[in-house]
């Protein structure tokens, strides 16, 4: 398994999106390719802003510390939907695939 520190992201599912911008508030945010190929990002509730829903399969575009940019697809999130009634944040962990 290996990790790579992101610099920004950005998720598009159409007229919903995700953004996470590295600042000096926020801990960073790593991008974590694990054995089977696939690659994790955990983001906390308050580390990125996002339009109507931030769960669902889409297009990511992630810009690494340190320089290189990769277009990956969301294949899915945990959790797979927001809770009932949420209109906040949440805690979510996106699964990539390149």
């Known amino acids: 398994m290996s990790h790579q520190e992101i610099q920004s992201l950005f998720v598009s599912r159409?007229?919903?999106?995700?953004?996470?911008?590295?600042?000096?508030?926020n801990g960073p945010v790593y991008l974590v390719r694990s054995t089977d190929g696939t690659y994790t990002v955990s983001?906390?509730?308050?580390?990125?802003?996002?339009?109507?829903?931030?769960?669902?399969?889409?297009?990511?575009?992630?810009d690494l510390v340190g320089g290189g940019i990769h277009d990956a697809?969301?294949?899915s999130t945990i959790?797979?939907?927001?809770?009932?009634?949420?209109?906040?944040?949440?805690?979510?962990?996106?699964?990539?695939?390149k």
């Open 14 to 25: 159409g007229t919903d999106h995700l953004i996470y911008q590295k600042s000096a508030g």
């Open 43 to 62: 983001l906390k509730s308050g580390q990125y802003g996002f339009g109507s829903n931030e769960t669902g399969a889409g297009q990511a575009t992630i």
């Open 73 to 75: 697809e969301v294949v």
């Open 79 to 97: 959790p797979e939907s927001l809770p009932e009634g949420s209109t906040d944040a949440i805690d979510i962990v996106l699964i990539l695939r």
